[in-house]
């Protein structure tokens, strides 16, 4: 299984901007479909943005779509979200993960790993 260190999280004004990074351990990083999942207070997770192996497919939810480009380096065993235009309701605890299979990331299924959080806190 691959294990998945997330950083880059922290307050910042509306209209800002954070990048969130996703460390993997080892060479299987590039057997994954990686994606991006939050959690805001009192609600359920939501899917944010998946990208497939290779990096030249991605999916956002429309609610990112425009603002959070996902993207992944297999070099460095590392996945980002571009986190741009950032607004209240974006708050929430960021989440990692690596799954199998690139399709069943918007639902959340067939995902292997996930990492321990980091929260995104975003002032008005």
């Known amino acids: 299984q691959v294990q998945l260190v997330e950083s880059g999280g922290g307050l910042v004004q509306a209209g800002g901007s954070l990048r969130l990074s996703c460390a993997a351990s080892?060479?299987?990083?590039?057997?994954?479909?990686m994606g991006w999942f939050r959690q805001a207070p009192g609600k359920e997770r939501e899917f944010v943005a998946a990208?497939?192996?290779?990096?030249?497919?991605?999916y956002y939810a429309d609610s990112v779509k425009g603002r959070f480009p996902i993207s992944r380096d297999n070099a460095k065993n590392t996945v980002y979200l571009q986190m741009n235009s950032l607004k209240p309701e974006d708050t929430a605890v960021y989440y990692c993960?690596?799954?199998?299979?690139?399709?069943?990331?918007?639902?959340?299924?067939?995902?292997?790993?996930w990492g321990q959080g980091t929260l995104v806190t975003v002032s008005s």
């Open positions: 080892g060479r299987t990083f590039s057997s994954y479909a």
């Open positions: 990208i497939n192996l290779s990096g030249d497919i991605t």
């Open positions: 993960a690596a799954g199998w299979k690139f399709a069943g990331f918007p639902r959340g299924n067939a995902l292997e790993a």
